[in-house]
């Protein structure tokens, strides 16, 4: 196992996520039996790492990872939660929740606890000190109960360069969603760029982006054994990784052993891309992004002429999102900052857009299959 230097400690570059464990069937429905063996597996080969949140598995993954950990020194592991600011009903119940989660989880301290999401639709309220969350999350950190407080961010950089403006000088860490498709396409780069600027070490969430990236087509699959023979479509998102600066923890979401023993055997070792290498497999990403991406440049011609004042390169970059990943919550919940007046689905299909758009793109068949998927 690769270990990383993060302050003190020796962190193993592979983390386990506990959002996607073996079920019996419904989300909810861990499969416990299955879950011990993949923790005893990854405790015995270096894995030291485990992460999980209130709201994974419908609520029971704390409580079951808790259980499965609780076979182990408590000083053997490191354990990650968070504080469940996705939901937005749970803002004033920072002190309720994070004694729940220790609970939950059957520990004193959590050596990671993380602000999740912060995204467009919390943002405000994360940052509102009504609430009183960062405030009583420093103090339990104050008070040894975290070890390490950070954030997890799907928004956007803007998103993430407030909150971070505001409380990036007690931050310690950052998860990002970050692979070689999303370097571009959700402008990962530009956030890695951001928190190097803040001294913070990268998290990596959605290494595979949910599994699209764990299989390609043939087509591409053919460049990347010509140049790696030996390794196979998943390691290449991780041996991308190894290759960016920054990166200390990559979390992986495994539902089975086979998917635990790969990862872990792909971690024994750092291959970092040769340059040839990297401009092969963001060249496919490029190629991938074209067949389901609206050519948006972000012009603004429209803007201009939209009687109904919508920022269209903005729902554009979100539509190309929610096509591209079949739906999601990414997209939903961004809108869900944007006023009724201003979503998709207040375009009048009058046209005057397009009649200026440099890239001749649909906008007003876009805005109403957008708004469909919405609803759908």
Known sequence: MI???FQDLKLSALGMGAMRLP??????DIDEAATEEMVAYA?????????????????????????????????SFYLATKFPGYDLSN???????????????????????LFHNVC???????????????????????????????????????????????????????????NWLDWSFQDAKAKVELLKEYHLPVWVMEPLRGGKLAELPEEYTGKLNGLRPDEDVPAWAFRFLQSVEGVTVVLSGMSN????????????????????????????????????????????YCTSHC???????????????????????????????VPEEQQPSACIGCRSCEAVCPQQIKISEAMADFTSKLRG
């Open 3 to 5: 270990y990383k230097e």
């Open 23 to 28: 079920t019996g069937g419904s989300d909810a």
């Open 43 to 75: 405790m015995q080969n270096g894995v030291n790492y485990y992460d999980t949140a209130w709201g994974y598995h419908d609520g029971h993954s704390e409580t079951v990872m808790g259980r499965a950990l609780s076979k182990y020194a408590r000083d």
């Open 91 to 113: 803002m004033d119940k920072v002190e309720e929740i994070f004694e729940k989660q220790l609970e939950k989880c059957g520990v004193d301290y959590f050596d990671f606890y």
């Open 120 to 178: 467009e639709m919390n943002i405000d309220a994360y940052l509102d000190p009504k609430y009183g969350i960062y405030d009583y999350l420093v103090k339990q950190k104050e008070n040894g109960r975290i070890k390490h407080l950070g954030f997890s961010a799907h928004g956007s950089y803007d998103v993430m360069k407030r909150f971070l403006d505001a409380y990036g000088e007690k931050m310690e860490f950052c998860q990002i969603q970050l």
């Open 257 to 300: 052993m086979e998917q635990l023993q790969k990862n872990i055997r792909t971690f024994e070792t750092e291959k970092k891309l040769s340059q040839e290498e990297m401009d092969t497999l963001l060249g496919i990403a490029s190629e991938m992004l074209k067949q389901k991406r609206l050519p948006c440049t972000a012009c603004r």
């Open 307 to 337: 009687p109904k004042g919508l920022n269209i390169p903005s729902l554009i970059e979100l539509y190309n999102e929610h096509n591209f990943t079949g739906g999601g919550f990414i997209a939903p919940m961004a809108l869900m900052a």
